[in-house]
């Protein structure tokens, strides 16, 4: 099946620090990323839609300028979390559809975030 | 905006019983998808099913089933056989296809903790 990375698996960084996560997809090409935000025992929150080429599209209520994402090629997508505060700690999940009509959309493992 | 809704926050099962998570969703379209995904301990997103909204006939993936009813916007999800490794989150999604292939957005329901109990 197709797989997709997130790297790294845990981050801990300051308050007022940024931060990068990386989403790459390994086996097949993708136009579209998708990150999403969970929080404990909860759902997934769609936070923007990342497209290869062209300006990512936030969610309503999602901070375009503190959540910055970078589609930089047809296998990598970036999340960055600039100046993070410790509301921003989270669980930060990105997948990616393969496409060929199949529609299913295929998940990163996640990356847990932690501002101290 | 479409809605999931997954009225069960939490459900228990005895291994080798059998289980049945519910699902509604609310939309005006004609043409998408629902999804069921299984989210364990590990927190890796796993698909377990699928169902085109064009088709009747319900699908199966060997002990997982689906109760599709289109009419009433019910997408229930039916694990036979129940397994320890069963246990996790499972979450409802749904995805509308006006928007075309560039378009995969999922909505996604609160969720069902579902533990398998020996």
């Known amino acids: 099946g197709a797989v997709v990375s997130q790297h790294p698996s845990r981050v801990i960084c300051k308050s007022g620090t940024s931060v990068k996560i990386e989403c790459r997809s390994l086996d097949f090409q993708a136009t579209t990323m998708f990150w999403y935000r969970q929080f404990p025992k909860q759902s997934l929150m769609l936070m923007a839609t990342?497209?290869?080429?062209?300006?990512?599209?936030?969610e309503q209520g999602v901070e375009k300028d503190k959540f910055l994402i970078n589609h930089a090629s047809l296998t990598l997508s970036t999340l960055t979390v600039t100046s993070a505060h410790p509301e921003d700690s989270s669980f930060y999940i990105c997948?990616?559809?393969?496409?060929?009509?199949?529609?299913?959309?295929?998940f990163g493992p996640g990356t847990r975030l932690t501002v101290t | 905006a479409q809605t999931v809704t997954q009225s069960q926050p939490e459900m228990s099962v005895q291994e080798a019983e059998t289980v049945t998570l519910s699902c509604t969703y609310d939309t005006s379209e004609n043409n998408y998808y629902l999804f069921w995904y299984k989210q364990p301990p590990s927190r890796q997103m796993i698909l377990v099913i699928r169902?085109?909204?064009?088709?009747?006939q319900n699908a199966t993936e060997n002990r997982f089933s689906v109760n599709f009813q289109k009419a009433a916007k019910s997408f229930s999800l039916k694990i036979s056989d129940s397994q320890l490794g069963d246990t996790a989150m499972y979450f409802c999604a749904f995805m509308d296809l006006r928007g075309g292939g560039s378009n995969y957005k999922l909505t996604f329901g609160k969720g069902t903790l579902l533990t398998v109990n020996p």
């Open positions: 169902q085109e909204a064009y088709k009747q």
């Open positions: 997948s990616a559809p393969r496409g060929g009509g199949g529609y299913e959309q295929y």
């Open positions: 990342s497209n290869e080429g062209s300006k990512a599209t936030y």
